[in-house]
């Protein structure tokens, strides 16, 4: 195999560069699988990889444990990750603790959408439009995660836009907590159609109320968008529980049971 040319990598570099900008991907957010994006830029997956090692070696992106490559997050004064990190052993030492943390996105997400339809200016409404017109056009994308990426912006724009550092910090770190904890089931939701309407008109409630100043409305458009998505998302949760319960079933066992009912 032929190794990739300094030119080459240079122009994968500014492609890869600009794309990310095209699809508005924020610090934190992860980019799509190799082979998709290798596909989509008609290179191959070396060719690729030595792009995106280069723009690692630049700190513009990340390479995070557990797989795949994220935007990289600029270290500030005081960041998400201070507010969050006690949470983080825990939720280590007990996976359920997530709950607690979906939990609390419903008293965050209600104060950040109300402080949002009172505070937005000109230049937040245009960037929680453009948040808002990439979910919608992400309705029928075949990768579930680059929609829950959709999401997770579109939720952080309307936080940008309450313009209380605060909760926009604590918002982004309960996110980066909630990353790969609950990944699956947001990916569940976006391809199980009837979930994916449902969650599609509660953002349009929610980005209604934001943009016509109904700090009201905003409030409760978040609680029940929230509301629903943790009900759902411990459906999913104990759905595939149980169906791993299952499976694990030793086969004579299960056999034996409808032979000899007791």
């Not at 402080?115 to 000109?122: I, V």
């Not at 724009?157 to 907590?177: C, K, P, W, Y």
Request: charged share 25%; with cysteine; net charge negative.
């Amino acid at each position: 195999m032929n190794p990739t040319t300094p030119r080459l990598a240079e122009t994968l570099q500014a492609r890869l560069s600009d794309w990310i900008n095209t699809h508005q991907l924020q610090p934190g957010m992860r980019l799509p699988a190799e082979r998709q994006l290798a596909a989509e830029f008609g290179v191959s997956r070396s060719s690729l990889r030595e792009a995106i090692q280069q723009l690692i070696s630049r700190g513009v992106l990340i390479s995070k444990r557990g797989g795949g490559t994220w935007l990289q997050q600029l270290p500030e004064p005081w960041s998400e990750q201070r507010i969050v990190e006690p949470i983080r052993q825990l939720l280590a030492d007990d996976p359920d603790y997530r709950w607690d943390i979906l939990e609390a996105r419903h008293a965050i997400e209600a104060s950040t959408a109300w402080h949002a339809a009172l505070r937005a200016t000109d230049a937040d409404k245009e960037r929680l439009r453009l948040a808002f017109d990439a979910l919608l056009t992400l309705h029928d994308c075949d990768d579930p995660d680059l929609a829950a990426q959709a999401d997770l912006r579109f939720h952080l724009a309307i936080a940008e836009a309450s313009h209380n550092l605060v909760l926009l910090q604590t918002m982004r770190g309960f996110f980066d907590l909630l990353q790969s904890s609950v990944l699956h089931s947001r990916q569940h939701m976006y391809t199980q159609p009837v979930i994916f309407n449902q969650l599609n008109a509660q953002h349009q409630a929610m980005f209604d109320a934001v943009m016509a100043g109904d700090a009201g409305a905003a409030r409760q458009a978040a609680m029940d968008h929230l509301g629903f998505v943790h009900t759902t998302m411990k459906m999913l949760h104990e759905d595939e529980a149980r169906q791993a319960r299952i499976t694990r079933l030793p086969g004579e066992t299960h056999a034996n049971r409808k032979e000899n009912p007791s």
